[in-house]
Every structure is written in C-alpha cells, then in structure tokens.
C-alpha cells in the first residue's frame, strides 16, 4: 500500500484527514498493528477514540484490520487517552489503540500505539508498522476477532479518585475547549468535592472554540480572565484527548509547564528523598534548581512521551515531566500520562500545603521565560534545518553548556545553558514544525535571546510562518 512515510513519526502516527489517512489506510494499519500483535502472542487489545470527527470512522477501519488478523477487541468508545491506559489493566492486556491526535488542528488524525501497559511505541515499532503496512506482509489468521464493547467511566472515575485526599474546598475554572475531556473531567472535579466552573464544555470535534492545546498562550489567557472574573482559585485547560493539562493561578498567571514538574518535583522529593527525576530538554532551568535544592537528581532526556517513560523505567524514577504537559507518576499511579489524575494531585497538595498556587510558586527561582513557540517546517527539511543551524548556534556560543546527541543518544536538537537561562531549538517528533523556547533573569538578556532566535530561524527560508502548526508567535515579536 502507498502511505505517506512521514506520517509514522518517532512514536506514534499522525496525519491530515483525506490527504495521508482515509478508511482504506486506517483499515491497512489495523491489520499492520493486529500483525504486529499476533507477532507476539497478544490477541486482545482495547480501542478508543477522541471526539474528532473521523474517530468514529477511523475506530470502526482500524477495529476491521484488527478482528481480521484474529484480534479480539473492547470497544471503548469516546474516552480520553488515560482511560485506554487504565483499560490496558482493568481487561489485562497488552494491546491498546488510543485514536487521536492530540493536540494537532481538527483535519488532523492519528494513533497512539500499545505496545504494553502504560507503554507506547517507540522509532522502531513505528517503522516495524510502516514497514508491516506498505507490504501488506500481514497475519493469516484462521479466525476473525470479537469485539464486545464496554464503558469503562466508572471503573476509571473509582481508580483515579481513590489515589488523593483533597481535604480543602477549591473554586475552579475547567476549560477543555470542546475537546473530548469536558464530560469526564467534570464529573470528577465534582466527585473529589470541588466547585467546578466550566467553559467551552459541548464536546464537538470541530473545535470551535480553538485547538485544544495548554500550550497555547491565547487559551491560558483566556482561562487566566476566567479564573479573576469568577474569583477561582485555579484554572485548568487541557488537550483534546486529555493526557496534557495546563494551569492558571489565582492571580491569572499562567505557569508553563516546566514550572509544574518543578512543583511535581519539589512534592515527591519531599516523601522520597534522593529519587531521580527526569524532565525534558524544553524545560526551563527552574526544574534541575528546585530538584536539587530539594535534594534529587535530575536527568534531562528528549523530548517525547514515549521516550519520558522509558527513561523513567530505565533510570528507576520517581517522577517525569514535559514542558508540553504530559506527567508521569511513579509513586501512586501508573506511570503514564495522565491529566485527570495531574489535576488532582495539585489540588491535593495545594491542599496539605494549606496554600495557594501562586504562593508555593513564590518559593521558585525566577526566570523571564517564553512559552514553547511552534514555527512550521517540512518534514523532509526539519532535521536538515536544526542540524545546520545547531554547528551555527554553538559557534555563536562557545562558553554555553550545550546539550545534543552527543549527550543525549537520538537528541532531536540543541540547547545551550548559561549561568542565567537556556535557548533551546528542535525539531518535533509529531508534526511538521520545529519548536524553541528561551528565558533569561533579565528583560534585557531575555529581549536579546529572543532577537537572536527570531533571525536565527528568519535565516532559514524553509521555515513556514503562517502554516496552521505555529503557535505562539506572538512571543518572537
């Protein structure tokens, strides 16, 4: 079959609607995934979807594949990706299907892979599925799979309210942006005691009231006015499928989330002492401050959910986290990403700490520092453009701490640390666009860091400033 190669990206697949994935591809994936199952003695998988328009769609094709090859499939329906985790233990299987795409516009599409539980392809299963669906070298089952369909709300709503104590009452602004957690998450704001004020909350796929991404400076804005125009202790967005969030305190600041792994850090390291965290290459350098003034170890890895958790595993860790929004805990869940159970364990420890958001943030190391800005860039460019721009960048900065693959095996860009901030260029693992993020202790060495990085990439005429993946341009003018 003839697929878009680029669409099978470092883990997981993602692509436009009608241009890279129609029925007839999805329906080829599943039989490349059911292969890849069979593969390994697993003939039961949970699949669910999102609330974009082609889910419904796109679960029925990939489900079709699937039974083909002998796969007997749950049906969760609508759920957020969490909940597919979660299912991977409550029906004890390996395989799981999660259709979305996360953060990406409404006429994008794709699948995040099981390929254990709480674990997700990495590079190489990818390229094993790429590889499975081009030749159509698939599994000749003898039989058809089942699919019997199951709602697994309750079970999950049980589980991951079982694991805090909130023991304060909060007044808080929940935004989902129409994407597919607003029913969810209210519900389990409302169950774990807390007064909840919803916007945005009718699930539609168009997303009309903007991409659901809390990396979005215009959507943490507008939540930041909510939360003072209704005198909310704290706001929270999250992305589409609901394994990222992002938060506003009671003072409408927006707190990125490096900040929040920070927090997250500076919580377990207080119970386990000496634990390891690990954070990714975009976060800020308040992480590795607070995490050793608080007595841990940090190890900085790429950028990439897949690759966090790996880590996390490899290294013994108590806890992870991106600046994108993803969160991992390793003491009392599972150790995927999960937003729901995020959520509440801030409130949790705003709650033990008897204190607000802002005032715990008081505590931190500051830094003037930009949110993760997306420039788009050709799939087929984007590697050429950081490769040739990472030889000028640590010319331009001889004395800088820098981190790439050479410390980091399979590194997707550069960064470079100085004794009062970072800058850090890379290309993404998901889509075709190349991020960067930089801070400085002053507004003067901020504005000259964000000067540079402005005409730094304005060098690159590859760069496509008005495609639908920028976000966050407005921190470059």
Request: with cysteine; proline share 3%; aromatic share 10%.
């Amino acid at each position: 079959m003839e697929i878009n190669p680029f669409i099978f990206r470092n883990y997981d697949i993602r692509g436009k609607v009608d241009e890279d994935l129609d029925a007839e591809k999805v329906e080829a994936l599943g039989k490349a995934y059911g292969t890849f199952l069979r593969k390994r003695k697993i003939r039961q998988a949970v699949v669910g979807r999102d609330c974009r328009t082609t889910g419904e769609e796109y679960q029925a094709a990939m489900m079709r594949g699937m039974v083909a090859m002998g796969i007997d499939i749950i049906d969760l329906g609508q759920i957020m990706t969490q909940m597919m985790y979660f299912s991977q233990y409550r029906y004890q299987t390996n395989g799981g299907v999660m259709i979305t795409a996360s953060h990406n516009p409404a006429n994008f599409n794709g699948f995040k892979i099981g390929i254990g539980f709480s674990k997700t392809t990495e590079e190489d299963e990818v390229q094993e599925l790429r590889e499975l669906t081009v030749s159509e070298d698939w599994f000749k089952s003898d039989y058809e799979g089942k699919i019997e369909e199951k709602d697994v709300s309750e079970d999950y709503y049980h589980d991951v309210l079982k694991r805090v104590q909130i023991k304060k009452k909060f007044k808080v602004v929940f935004d989902p942006r129409n994407g597919t957690t607003g029913p969810f998450m209210m519900e389990i704001l409302k169950r774990a005691g807390v007064e909840v004020i919803g916007k945005n909350l009718e699930v539609d796929g168009t997303f009309p009231s903007g991409t659901p991404d809390p990396t979005d400076a215009h959507v943490m804005n507008e939540i930041a006015e909510a939360v003072l125009a209704e005198g909310a202790d704290i706001g929270f967005a999250m992305d589409g499928d609901g394994d990222r969030i992002g938060v506003v305190d009671s003072k409408g600041n927006v707190l990125w989330n490096d900040v929040l792994v920070a927090i997250f850090a500076k919580e377990i390291l207080e119970r386990f002492p000496g634990s390891k965290i690990v954070y990714n290459t975009l976060c800020s350098q308040v992480v590795p401050g607070v995490i050793k003034q608080n007595g841990g170890e940090p190890i900085i890895w790429k950028t990439g959910h897949a690759f966090i958790k790996s880590k996390i595993a490899e290294v013994g860790a108590a806890f992870g986290g991106e600046l994108s929004g993803h969160f991992f805990f390793n003491d009392n869940a599972y150790g995927h990403d999960d937003g729901s159970y995020a959520v509440l364990r801030i409130l949790e420890y705003l709650s033990d700490q008897d204190m607000s958001l802002n005032e715990l943030y008081a505590s931190f190391p500051k830094f003037i520092s930009s949110p993760e800005i997306k420039i788009g860039c050709p799939d087929d460019k984007k590697k050429d453009v950081i490769a040739d721009l990472a030889v000028k960048f640590k010319a331009d900065y001889p004395d800088a701490a820098i981190t790439d693959e050479s410390s980091i095996v399979g590194d997707d860009g550069v960064r470079a640390d100085f004794d009062d901030g970072m800058m850090v260029f890379r290309y993404s693992q998901n889509g075709p666009y190349i991020t960067v993020k930089f801070e400085a202790k002053d507004q003067a060495t901020y504005d000259e860091r964000k000067t540079y990085v402005r005409k730094m990439l304005k060098s690159y005429p590859e760069m496509m400033w008005e495609d639908e993946l920028v976000l966050n341009l407005d921190a470059l003018e």
